[in-house]
């Protein structure tokens, strides 16, 4: 165990260069967890469980760890951007080459497959992302008032409430209860198809509360191909 440095107050261990979190528990087996967006390793483990066997099993998973981290760390959730000419913008799954142009007021357009945004002169940073961020949510907007109905009415589940926000670790959320669904802002960026899926999916959990076979039933009667627009979304 050579290799192990462990912080006794934290339950923090080191195992191959990657600091692993401990956490001991009332439970029978172990579960491991890479989570976004630093890409954390954790361990959940039972009391009576041995250091060496918590060490061989978290060797044996070193491999499967370190492609998930390498894919949180990749994985771009953020839409800060400086949003210069040169820079790319996304919408809908298509791509735009940006190009700046000065002017009295903030306005973009995408023309000819570039998209030209006008700001004002001196404009930051903070401010060009702060602006398209709106732009961004003033579009996905639309899009959610004309496709959510679609898929309440085929389902025959409707929510109360729905709203956007920028979410890092998910592309939706839903709270059966009060019968309402978060968006993340980001899905602006992807394909159409992407917020079709996500509607559909924080709709299923206001009938299903988890991802068992109800779950994948559900989504395979009202969307047959949900499972290779999931892996477009994780990727």
């Given at each position: 165990m050579?290799?192990?440095?462990?912080?006794?107050?934290e339950?923090?261990?080191?195992?191959?260069?990657?600091?692993?979190?401990?956490?001991?528990k009332?439970?029978?087996?172990?579960?491991?967890?890479?989570?976004p967006?630093?890409?954390r390793?954790?361990?959940?483990v039972?009391?009576?469980?041995?250091?060496?066997?918590?060490?061989?099993?978290?060797?044996?998973k070193?491999?499967?760890?370190?492609?998930?981290?390498?894919?949180?760390?990749?994985?771009?959730?953020?839409?800060q951007?400086?949003?210069?000419?040169?820079?790319?913008l996304?919408?809908?799954?298509?791509a735009?080459?940006?190009?700046?142009?000065?002017?009295?007021?903030?306005?973009?357009s995408?023309d000819?497959?570039?998209?030209?945004?006008?700001?004002?002169?001196?404009?930051s940073?903070?401010?060009?992302?702060t602006?398209?961020?709106?732009?961004?949510?003033?579009?996905?907007?639309?899009?959610?008032?004309?496709r959510?109905?679609?898929?309440?009415?085929?389902?025959?589940?409707?929510?109360?409430?729905?709203?956007?926000?920028?979410?890092?670790?998910?592309?939706?959320?839903?709270?059966?209860s009060?019968?309402r669904?978060?968006?993340?802002?980001?899905?602006?960026?992807?394909?159409?198809?992407?917020?079709?899926?996500?509607?559909l999916h924080?709709?299923?959990h206001?009938?299903i509360?988890?991802?068992?076979?109800d779950f994948?039933?559900?989504?395979?009667?009202?969307?047959?191909?949900?499972?290779?627009?999931?892996?477009?979304l994780?990727?």
């Amino acid at each position: 165990m050579a290799d192990l440095r462990r912080n006794t107050s934290e339950e923090v261990w080191e195992v191959q260069g990657i600091s692993v979190r401990i956490l001991r528990k009332r439970i029978k087996n172990l579960h491991l967890y890479v989570k976004p967006p630093e890409g954390r390793v954790e361990v959940t483990v039972p009391h009576w469980l041995s250091e060496g066997e918590i060490l061989r099993f978290i060797k044996g998973k070193m491999t499967w760890i370190r492609k998930q981290r390498e894919r949180i760390l990749q994985r771009d959730f953020s839409l800060q951007e400086d949003y210069l000419s040169g820079d790319v913008l996304h919408l809908w799954g298509q791509a735009y080459p940006l190009s700046i142009q000065e002017g009295t007021i903030y306005a973009l357009s995408l023309d000819s497959g570039r998209a030209v945004f006008t700001v004002r002169q001196g404009s930051s940073a903070a401010q060009r992302e702060t602006w398209i961020r709106e732009w961004y949510r003033g579009i996905l907007k639309a899009a959610i008032e004309e496709r959510l109905p679609v898929w309440e009415n085929r389902t025959g589940l409707f929510c109360r409430e729905w709203n956007v926000k920028d979410m890092t670790t998910r592309w939706g959320t839903c709270n059966p209860s009060a019968g309402r669904i978060w968006i993340n802002l980001q899905l602006a960026r992807k394909t159409p198809e992407c917020l079709d899926y996500v509607l559909l999916h924080e709709l299923a959990h206001l009938k299903i509360a988890n991802h068992g076979a109800d779950f994948g039933a559900f989504m395979d009667r009202y969307m047959p191909s949900w499972r290779e627009i999931r892996k477009t979304l994780k990727n």
